[in-house]
């Protein structure tokens, strides 16, 4: 089990933490924070659009350190242009991930694309929480990096 490949998921975690944090205390304390410098300029329609936002956006972040893992841990060619999904079916097949775990994790992949490429998305569909479970159990499945 790689404790050491989840670790580099944390700091996102950490940071997301922070950002909901300060988001939701913003747009609770509007009224009485909306005429500090710091907020010149912006409208409370705009704190809710970065609070509904923040979720699936530190949901690409988070994927996006997946897949740097995924590549450090199975090298290819430079430049490496292999596909996230190429990359977690390589992963699965090398390391005999369960299917129903990879299942979930090409659900995510699936979810970023959708979130990156502008569809339209269901963003309770899928939770920060359930995405970082979904790809740290996926790397547990991965040997300690030498």
Known sequence: MSYILIQQMVRIREEFDVA????????????NMHREPAFEGLQLAQVRMAAINLEPTY????FSAFEA???????GKQPD???A???VSKAASK????????????????????YVHQATIDSSSMTFT??????????????NPP
């Open 85 to 87: 999904y190429a990359l």
């Open 20 to 31: 909901k944090s300060t988001v939701d205390y913003l747009e609770r304390s509007w009224a």
């Open 59 to 62: 949901i690409v972040r988070l």
């Open 130 to 143: 359930e995405a970082l479970a979904s790809l740290n159990h996926f790397l547990s499945w991965l040997p």
């Open 95 to 114: 390391w005999q991930i369960p299917s129903p775990l990879v299942a979930k994790v090409d659900h995510l992949r699936e979810f970023r694309n959708r």
């Open 69 to 75: 893992v995924l590549r450090s841990i199975l090298p």
């Open 81 to 83: 242009r292999r596909s």
